[in-house]
């Protein structure tokens, strides 16, 4: 089973800020925190992951909380191209096993 | 740069019949490679994955196989389809860090 929990769906007006909230509460001290998303019919879409500083990249950004139980991907000017289903998902870093442990993810819609 | 192919990119079977997916890497050497799938409504779900030639660690018990036979050359398998085996198929590759997949393969078992 994942080890998030998401809210199924969101709705944001394009060119607003879409923030995209996810809970990992039994994340452990050496686990990552990782963004996907995945457009309709295509493979998934690395965003951006990190520890527990925030970080930021030419996509997003993301914020996680100081005691890790949660985080925050952040679109900041959404566009109706972002409208895709966004996974949040942790797991340890470089690891050789593919424990990459999809949840259902929120759908994402960005309006005009 | 690295890119991934998979083919077909849809694929109409009839119960019964074989499988075989194919996926390949350019631009890496000893990647670590993985099949996932994707049922109708539901998130991905990891099926095989390979840190190495002829080297296949199963996930989920299934009717369907993986074979690594060259480097960057990832194959699933199947002998028999069952109507349960229709989704989208994903191949990825990582380094370490992030995973990178594929367009997939949509397969509909009839």
């Known amino acids: 089973d994942a080890k998030t929990t998401q809210p199924p769906s969101m709705d944001c007006a394009e060119g607003r800020a879409a923030n995209l909230p996810c809970n990992h509460s039994?994340?452990?001290?050496?686990?990552?925190v990782y963004w996907y998303r995945q457009i309709h019919s295509q493979g998934p879409q690395y965003i951006i992951h990190g520890l527990k500083n925030n970080e930021t990249n030419e996509m997003a950004s993301l914020i996680i909380t100081e005691d890790r139980k949660s985080s925050t991907l952040i679109l900041p000017h959404a566009t109706l191209r972002d409208t895709a289903v966004y996974y949040c998902?942790?797991?340890?870093?470089?690891?050789?096993?593919?424990?990459?442990?999809f949840g259902k993810g929120t759908k994402l819609s960005v309006k005009p | 740069s690295q890119t991934i192919h998979q083919w077909p990119a849809t694929l109409v079977q009839p119960v019964g019949s074989p499988l075989s997916l194919e996926c390949t890497v350019e631009g890496t050497s000893n990647p670590n490679l993985y099949w996932y799938r994707q049922a109708a409504g539901r998130g991905l779900q990891l099926l095989f994955y390979?840190?190495?030639?002829?080297?296949i660690s199963s996930e989920v018990p299934q009717n369907l196989s993986a074979s690594r036979p060259q480097d960057r050359q990832f194959i699933l398998s199947s002998k028999k389809l069952l109507l349960s085996d229709s989704g989208f198929y994903l191949c990825a590759w990582s380094e370490g860090t992030e995973q990178f997949f594929g367009p997939g393969t949509r397969l509909t078992v009839l």
């Open positions: 998902i942790v797991r340890l870093y470089g690891g050789s096993q593919g424990n990459l442990i």
């Open positions: 390979s840190v190495g030639i002829g080297q």
């Open positions: 039994t994340i452990s001290g050496n686990e990552y």
